[in-house]
C-alpha cells in the first residue's frame, strides 16, 4: 500500500468514530443545569446561583426584607437570600442547615450602591471543623475576591458556632409567624437573639474602627434597648459618651464588652466616641 492510500484509510477510520454517538466529546448531563451538582468553587457557585437559579428569584431571609442595617465589614446596609434548602432547614428549626443550602448576601453602602456579594454554601465533608460552609466573595461583577475556607469569614462568623456560624437569627426559633399567639403559650416566650432590626426590642451597634455599625443615624421604638459592644479591630478600648447626658461618665468598653441602654423616652439621641471623626457621633431617634 502506498503512503498516501494508508493516511487516507487512517482518517477516514477516525472520522467514522467521531460519529459514534457518544464519542462526540459532549456529555449531555453537563448541559442540564439542575442534574448538575454544584462543586465548592467559586466560579461554579456564581453560575448556579445566577444562571441555574438566579438567588434574587429565593426568598429573602424569613421576617427580613431589602437593605437592612448590617454591622458585617462587607458592607453598610444587606439584603439576605436563602435558597430552598436553607429555607426548609429554617422552617423545620433544625438548628443548622442542611447539606447544600446556600445564603447569599448582597452587601450595600450607605447609597444603596452594591458593593459585593457574599455567599455561604454548605458542602457535604468540605471542611468539618467548620460546619462545611464554603465561603466567598465577589464584586458586584461576579469577579471572585476570595474563595474556599476563609479565615476571616470563618473566625468571626465563628462566635456563632451553636448556631452554624449564622449571624443573622437564631436558627432553632424557625419563621417569625404573622401574628404570634400569645394567650396559647403560657411559659414558653424565648428571650430573641439581638438582631439589628429597627422593628424589634434589641438593637445591637457594633464599635468598629473610629464608627458605629451599623453606620449613620438610627431610629428605635420607645422602650427598646440598643446594646453597644467594642469590635474594635486592634482589640483597643472605646468610651462611649452620651451627649445628652443618659449616663454621667463615659462607658469604658474594653474589646469585646458590651453596655445597653434602654430608650423610655421619645426624643433624639447622640452617642459618641470622644472621636471627632465621621461616623463616630450617632443619632438615635426613639419613637
Ligand atoms: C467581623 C465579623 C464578620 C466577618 C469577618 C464576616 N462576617 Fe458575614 N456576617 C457578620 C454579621 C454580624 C452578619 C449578620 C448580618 C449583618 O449584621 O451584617 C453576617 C452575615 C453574613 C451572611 C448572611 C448569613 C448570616 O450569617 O447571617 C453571609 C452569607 C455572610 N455574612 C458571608 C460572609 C463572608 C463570605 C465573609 C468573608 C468574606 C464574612 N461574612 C465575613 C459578620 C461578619
Redesign the pocket.
Known amino acids: 500500500m502506498s503512503r498516501k492510500k494508508e493516511i487516507v484509510i487512517v482518517l477516514l477510520i477516525l472520522t467514522s468514530v467521531s460519529m459514534i454517538p457518544g464519542c462526540t466529546g459532549i456529555d449531555p448531563i453537563e448541559n442540564t443545569n439542575d442534574q448538575k451538582r454544584v462543586e465548592a468553587n467559586g466560579k461554579e457557585l456564581y453560575d448556579h446561583i445566577t444562571i441555574g437559579n438566579n438567588y434574587q428569584n429565593w426568598s429573602y ?1 424569613p421576617g427580613k426584607g431589602e437593605f ?8 453598610d446596609l ?1 439584603t ?1 437570600y436563602v435558597s430552598n434548602t436553607s429555607l426548609s432547614s429554617l422552617e423545620n428549626k433544625e438548628g443548622n442547615m442542611s447539606a447544600g443550602s446556600i ?3 448582597e ?1 450595600f453602602e450607605p447609597d444603596k450602591d452594591l458593593v459585593a456579594i ?3 454554601y454548605k458542602v457535604d465533608g468540605y471542611d468539618p471543623e467548620h460546619n462545611d460552609w464554603f ?3 465577589y464584586s458586584p461583577d461576579g469577579t471572585i ?2 474563595e474556599g475556607m ?1 479565615e ?2 470563618n ?3 465563628g ?2 458556632k451553636s448556631n452554624d ?5 437564631k436558627l432553632t426559633e424557625g419563621i417569625p409567624a404573622a401574628t404570634p399567639n400569645t394567650s396559647r403559650t403560657p411559659n414558653a416566650t424565648p428571650t430573641p437573639e439581638p ?2 432590626r429597627p422593628d424589634i426590642k434589641t438593637m ?1 451597634i ?1 464599635i ?1 474602627g473610629h464608627v458605629f ?2 453606620y449613620g443615624n438610627v431610629e428605635i421604638n420607645m422602650g427598646d434597648t440598643i446594646e453597644w459592644m467594642n ?1 474594635e479591630k486592634y482589640k483597643n478600648p472605646r468610651d462611649l459618651i452620651s451627649e445628652d447626658g443618659l449616663w454621667d461618665e463615659p462607658v469604658h468598653l474594653n474589646y469585646m464588652k458590651k453596655f445597653n441602654y434602654t430608650f423610655n423616652e421619645t426624643g433624639t439621641y447622640y452617642v459618641s466616641l470622644r472621636l471627632n471623626e465621621v461616623g463616630s457621633r450617632q443619632k438615635i431617634t426613639v419613637i
Open positions: 431571609w437592612e442595617p448590617a454591622r458585617d465589614p462587607n458592607g444587606a439576605t445564603i447569599v448576601k452587601n457574599t455567599a455561604m465561603w466567598v466573595k475576591e476570595a476563609i476571616e469569614c473566625e468571626c462568623h462566635m456563632k456560624y449564622i449571624f443573622t437569627a438582631t439589628p445591637d457594633w468598629e455599625k451599623p469590635h
